[in-house]
């Protein structure tokens, strides 16, 4: 009997303490859920990124009067041709972040233009970067620009199909879940836009069906557009252009 009570006496605390041990090694190990994870410098890791940061230092342009900055989607236009204007620039990045735009916005001033378009945050969502983060780049964009006394114009973030990625995961519930993600962020700057007197186009509104996806009609991929698309947007852009007198 006074073994095993010396064995209960010494064995259980030492029992105690390597369990202890071992949660504090399995807590130590837990990887964050993917919705928390924010890498501010993840438009570093994008291989066209310093491509396109080179290119747009050695063209020729100095000035412009417009500017389209975005990313992969502004890319995807000729917008001087789209809008028959040679007094405007294209300055999108495919697989550009907000944090890249932020990184790159020197680049903007350097041309100093009147109004500048802004597009983007699809890729900040598939990244996981929290909707509240990516709102708070996209102000301090804005008000960057408003300091240097050019005219910000916010574009809605554009919605994915429901079938978008479905050769790498992709499924029909995980884009409709980032497309509500879209949701939050584009009330966000909707409202930011109207209380602030800043023009808000709404490409949504011309692009998506009303099942909450991007339009299949209107995409080759599930998330770039199609000359119709382009068409329909850069006849709002000139709306706001006119409204500009610009």
């Given at each position: 009997m006074k073994i095993i009570r010396l064995c209960k006496i010494f064995l259980l605390p030492l029992l105690a303490l390597l369990l202890l041990s071992g949660q504090s090694k399995i807590q130590s190990t837990k990887v964050a859920p993917p919705q928390q994870l924010k890498d501010t410098l993840r438009y570093k890791k994008n291989p066209t990124y310093a491509l396109q940061q080179a290119m747009f230092d050695i063209y020729k342009t100095r000035q412009a009067?417009?500017?389209?900055?975005?990313?992969?989607?502004?890319?995807?236009?000729?917008?001087?041709?789209?809008?028959?204007?040679?007094?405007?620039?294209?300055?999108?990045?495919?697989?550009?972040?907000?944090?890249?735009?932020?990184?790159?916005i020197n680049s903007i001033y350097k041309l100093s233009p009147k109004i500048v378009f802004i597009m983007g945050g699809l890729n900040d969502i598939y990244n996981w970067t929290p909707v509240e983060d990516i709102f708070a780049v996209y102000l301090r964009i804005i008000k960057g620009l408003k300091l240097k006394n050019i005219i910000p114009v916010i574009q809605s973030t554009t919605y994915a199909t429901k079938t978008y990625g479905k050769d790498w995961g992709g499924t029909p519930e995980g884009n409709f879940g980032r497309n509500r993600e879209v949701d939050k962020l584009n009330k966000l700057l909707s409202d930011y836009a109207k209380k602030n007197n800043i023009d808000y186009i709404d490409i949504n509104s011309l692009t998506a069906g009303k099942d909450g996806?991007?339009?299949?009609?209107?995409?080759?991929?599930?998330?770039?557009?199609?000359?119709?698309?382009?068409?329909?947007?850069?006849?709002?852009?000139?709306?706001?252009?006119?409204?500009?007198?610009?």
């Open positions: 009067d417009i500017v389209m900055l975005g990313n992969s989607l502004t890319h995807g236009a000729a917008w001087n041709e789209l809008l028959g204007r040679s007094n405007v620039v294209e300055r999108g990045i495919p697989s550009d972040v907000l944090y890249g735009y932020e990184a790159r996806f991007l339009n299949p009609d209107l995409t080759f991929d599930g998330i770039h557009f199609k000359a119709e698309a382009f068409r329909l947007w850069g006849r709002e852009v000139e709306k706001v252009l006119i409204k500009h007198r610009l």
